[in-house]
């Protein structure tokens, strides 16, 4: 049983650029959560995905766009990127209804020049 | 507002050397989940405990041990006996216990094992 995958693993952008990354979730799991983590940081909740909704949504700017397909797998878009944009993108997954463990995977390492 | 802190920043010790992670959290919460992550350094987390609020007893999972003080907001984490594999950045989170409420973690605390 696979856990939560992400790609790419590292990713180099230009300021202004925008970036997609992507996120599966483990077997079983239809919700997903994006945190941000800066160098030295604890991870930060960007927004929660569930039924191809945004749930909740943590404080970060509308730059931070995302979305949720059929299948429970997810999207995280950064538009007009920042130096501060730099960080490890962590993808979480559970299962909805009630509390659930949340999982986490391996991060997506970006880089903004 | 939900607020974690970590005040060590980071922590060395001397393998077999018994090092306590401390955690201090702000709720208003009632009801609420506290957890610890691991990070070694390939970056994924790895879930280590949860407690719930009304818990407080103190838990023990081999040479992990958790110390939930609700009186003082702690929950703080020993590792007895450490090992070079124990190296890694440690977080502590809470969240809400009601529905799939985002965690809240602390900066984390780097401990290093030295053999």
């Known amino acids: 049983d696979a856990g939560v995958t992400q790609s790419p693993t590292h990713l180099i952008k230009t300021r202004g650029q925008q970036v997609t990354l992507r996120c599966s979730p483990k077997s079983g799991h239809d919700t997903v959560s994006w945190y941000q983590q800066a160098l030295g940081q604890g991870p930060q909740f960007i927004f929660q995905y569930y039924e191809e909704e945004e749930r909740q949504r943590g404080n970060f700017p509308d730059r931070f766009s995302g979305h949720q397909f059929p299948n429970y797998s997810s999207e995280l878009n950064v538009n007009a990127l920042l130096l501060g944009d730099s960080a490890l993108y962590l993808c979480a997954s559970r299962r909805g209804g009630g509390y659930n463990e949340q999982f986490f995977g391996p991060g997506t390492r970006l880089t903004v020049l | 507002a939900q607020k974690v802190t970590q005040a060590q920043t980071e922590i060395s010790v001397v393998e077999k050397e018994d090092v306590t992670l401390d955690c201090v959290y702000e709720t208003r919460d009632t009801t609420y989940y506290l957890f610890w992550y691991k990070q070694p350094p390939s970056g994924e987390l790895v879930f280590l405990i949860r407690r719930n609020s009304f818990d407080e007893q103190n838990e023990i999972s081999g040479r992990y041990s958790w110390n939930f003080q609700k009186s003082t907001s702690s929950f703080n984490f020993t590792i007895t006996a450490s090992q070079v594999v124990d190296s890694a950045v440690y977080f502590c989170?809470?969240?809400?216990?009601?529905?799939?409420?985002?965690?809240?973690f602390g900066k984390g605390t780097r401990l290093s094992v030295i053999a």
């Open positions: 989170a809470l969240s809400e216990a009601e529905g799939n409420t985002p965690l809240v």
